[in-house]
Nanobody
Framework: QVQLVESGGGLVQAGGFLRLSCVAS????????MGWFRQAPGQEREFVVS????????YYTEFVKGRFTISRDNAKNTVYLQMNSLKPEDTAVYYC????????????????WGQGTQVTVSS
């Protein structure tokens, strides 16, 4: 089992920034590719970005390219999501996910989920 705990969400104005963190425990962190998803009210959860277990590969969706950056620190068992130039449409609960598969497999088949952290962007 892997436990994932997100933090760093909050309320920010459009154009602002936030950095989300996800701390993993329970298994060897650097065996897992990691990713971030989000779910807006009334919508399905959607994939945002993922990173390979060593951090050498990343996979972004188009709507966050150039604004969001994923990174990881395996020594701290933590993956980060730096979100810049936030827009009201980025408002959602953001979830961390982990998989023993690769950076692309995170999108389709995560093995573990965090509980989520709320991000609200005001206009």
């Amino acid at each position: 089992q892997v436990q994932l705990v997100e933090s760093g969400g909050g309320l920010v104005q459009a154009g602002g920034f936030l950095r989300l963190s996800c701390v993993a425990s329970g298994r060897t962190f650097n065996n897992y590719a990691m990713g971030w998803f989000r779910q807006a009210p009334g919508q399905e959860r959607e994939f945002v970005v993922s990173i390979s277990y060593r951090g050498f590969s990343t996979y972004y969706t188009e709507f966050v390219k150039g604004r969001f950056t994923i990174s990881r620190d395996n020594a701290k068992n933590t993956v980060y999501l730096q979100m810049n130039s936030l827009k009201p449409e980025d408002t959602a609960v953001y979830y961390c996910a982990a998989t023993t598969g690769g950076v692309v497999e995170v999108k389709s088949n995560p093995d573990y989920w965090g509980q989520g952290t709320q991000v609200t962007v005001s206009s």
